[in-house]
Each structure stands twice: as C-alpha cells, then as structure tokens.
C-alpha cells in the first residue's frame, strides 16, 4: 500500500494514514446548498445505517467537528435530565464521557474497572437492578487509551433485558469490527469520518433510533451540537443546518467505496487483525510487554509498556521512528508508562514489518538492549 509523496505512516488512533485516491477526493469544490452535495450527505447517511444493519429502525445524523463534538450532541441531545447515566469506564475516552455529563449537569453513576479489564456484563445488571433512577448506560466499544476491546453485544444483551437504554462510543471500531443493530440493541452508537472508514477528519456521526430522536426535541443544551435539530434541517432541506465539511464528506464517500471493494468490515478487521499480530509479535520477540492480556487485545490499537532500560526515553523513540516514517502515540495511562502503536489505517503487513525494523535501529541508536518493563 502506498501513500501519497512521502508521508510518515500513522500508527495512531486517528487521524490514521489515508490513501491516495481518499486524499484526491477533496480536489474538488462544492456548494453546500447544491443538490449534488446534498444527494452526497443522503448518500453516505444512507450507506453509514446500511453498515450497522440499521436501516429503518434508526436514522444517522453528522455533525460538524471531530468525534468528541459527535458525543457531546448524542448526550445532550438523547439523555432525559431526569435519569442518570450509567458510564463504564476503564479508560480516558470513558472518563471524557463522564467530563461530558458533568459538564451538561446530567446526573451519572461510574463503574470503573480500570486499565486493563472489562465491565463485566453481570456487575452491570446488578447496578442497574439496585437503582431504578438508572435510564442509560453508556460504553465504550474500543477504548482506544489502552486498545482494550469492550464486550458490547453482551452489555447490549443485559442492559436491553433490564430495559434501559446503550448509547456506545464505537468511534475507533465502528467500519472495522461488525456491529448489528438488530441484534445488538443500542439507541445511539457515535462513530466519526476519521477512525476505521479511514476519512479524513471532519465530522462525526450518530446513528440513533428514530422514535427516541423524535422525542429529542428541544433538549438538547447547544443550539449547534443538537442532533435533533440538525436532523429535521437534513429531512426538511437535504443540508446540513450550518456549514458542512464539504471535502471531507467527499473524501468519505471514496473511503466508503474503497471499504466495500476491499470487502467490507470482514475484509476490514481481518487486514488489522493481521496487522496487529504482526506488531504484537514482532514487538514481543524484542521483550516488549502488552499492557493486556492476549484475549482483551482489539484489532485497533495496542498498548506497550516503556523498558524499564535506563537508556530508552519515549521522545527519543519518537524521534527516531518518525525520522524513518513512522509516526507512532504516547501512553495515556494513568500508572504505568507507556506507549500506543495503531493498526488501523491504510497500512498492510509489510508497513508493520518496515516499522518493527524501523524499532530495531531506533533500540540500536538509543544502546537499549532489553525491553523488559519495570517489575
Ligand atoms: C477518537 C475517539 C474519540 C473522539 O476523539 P476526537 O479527538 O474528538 O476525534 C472518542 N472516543 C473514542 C473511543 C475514540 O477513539
């Protein structure tokens, strides 16, 4: 897979590494009020429900900005005031959600299961049993901080059997790891053009059920960030409410297109799943250590813990790798230090192989010679 001139590779967890033809799709300008555009939006919204098995029962809005800004306006746009939102954390996209809540003054409760593990479907049903005030629970699918892979059809199973509402953050797996919204019922999943579709950054979107974004009405805090505004303007007009990312959009629809001719998500999540073996294994074989157990490990990203090596400095190994193309993520961990090599993108196995090569020479130039973390 080639990129376009000389770009370094993102090993990141978005913006990611996009194609040429991606990047071409933007050489073009576009009126927002112009049916062509307007057909552009339908179109992708269209394709967006059809990848969630959605169509029908739920309707998907963007929204202008980056992901965060996409939850913000599924929060405050969907939560009723009057019950509390129970968020599972175990990680910073978690925590972001709960900063989210408090910010809007929504009543909440945290379960927080830490870096390294799991909500656990049963706890969940507990709390939700011992507090009827509980209307929501809110997930997140991948938590992109630490790569851990959260367990959302079974969370989805508990929380529609205690009949309350998911609303899942699935921004960094959404297009790479399958989801069912017959099966997997969820009011709202939040995704953004940047992450497993491999857009360009720009936009979020939501893909909420119909009858609980009808009664949104006026709920919403923000005028701009209201989801139920922003989606009667689409219905009534074909256009986004205020400027839309015009480029961006048609950037996705190439990315869209390139997603089905590879395969779809099966093709998708078997390329990162490869690319994560490669990586984790290569990285194992120098003495890395994963912060996670093999079976919580996503296809997405993956976090290694710093050698304990009194020669290894992160901003060194940063350098290092860029200097050769390689533009990888610090740790976002709270007690360990760390760093974060993605998978996702348009990268292939032999990317992952100059990269572990590209690891070996920076090990070389820093005199590292054992990558065992601290005790
Ligand atoms: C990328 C990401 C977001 C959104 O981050 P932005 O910087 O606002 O695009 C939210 N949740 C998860 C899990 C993510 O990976």
């Known amino acids: 897979m080639k990129t376009h001139r000389s770009d370094p590779f993102l090993l990141t967890p978005g ?10 799709a933007m050489q073009r300008d ?10 552009m939006t339908a179109e992708m919204c269209r394709r967006l429900l059809g990848h969630a098995n959605a169509t029908g029962s739920h309707v998907c809005v963007p929204i202008q900005g980056s992901g965060t800004f996409a939850v913000e306006a599924a929060l405050g746009s969907l939560i009723d005031p009057a019950l509390t939102t129970l968020v599972l954390v175990n990680g910073a996209y978690g925590k972001r959600l709960v900063s989210l809540l408090e910010r809007m003054r929504r009543p909440y409760e945290v379960l927080d299961t830490g870096d390294a593990a799991p909500p656990s479907p049963a706890t969940v049903t507990e709390r939700l049993q011992a507090d ?3 209307g929501y629970v809110a997930l997140i699918h991948c938590e992109t901080s630490s790569g851990i892979l959260n367990p959302l ?3 989805a199973e508990e929380v529609a059997a205690q009949e309350r509402e998911l609303i899942v953050d699935s921004m960094s797996a959404f297009g790479g790891l399958p989801v069912d919204a017959q099966r997997t019922p969820f009011l709202a999943l939040i995704s953004s053009a940047n992450k497993c579709f491999e857009g360009v950054p720009g936009f979020g979107f939501v893909i909420v059920r119909r009858d609980a974004l009808e009664a949104a009405e006026g709920r919403c805090h923000s005028l701009s960030l209201d989801l139920h505004d922003q989606w009667r303007y689409l219905q009534r007009t074909g256009q986004w409410r205020y ?10 629809l190439q990315a869209l297109d ?5 395969g779809g998500v099966k093709a998708r999540l078997a390329r990162y799943t490869r690319n994560r073996e490669c990586l984790v294994t290569g990285m194992r074989r120098r003495g890395f250590i994963t912060l996670l157990e093999d079976r919580w490990l996503s296809p997405i990203i993956t976090t290694f813990l710093s050698p304990a090596h009194s020669a290894f400095d992160f ?7 860029k200097a050769s193309g390689f533009i990888i993520y610090p740790g976002k961990l709270t007690e360990m230090e760390s760093f974060r090599i993605g998978s996702i993108g348009h990268l292939d196995v032999a990317v992952m192989e100059r990269l572990l090569n590209a690891v070996d020479e920076a090990l070389a130039a820093m005199g590292v010679d054992d990558c065992r973390p601290a005790a």
Do not use: C
């Open 315 to 321: 901003a060194r190994f940063y350098a290092e790798l």
């Open 132 to 134: 009827p005030s509980i």
């Open 258 to 262: 390139e997603h089905d001719a590879e």
């Open 30 to 39: 576009w009126g927002s009020w112009d049916d062509e555009f307007n057909a």
């Open 15 to 24: 913006p990611l590494t996009t194609s040429a033809t991606v990047k071409a």
């Open 243 to 252: 400027t839309p990312p015009t480029h961006v959009v048609a950037a996705f």
């Open 153 to 155: 059809e079974a969370i």
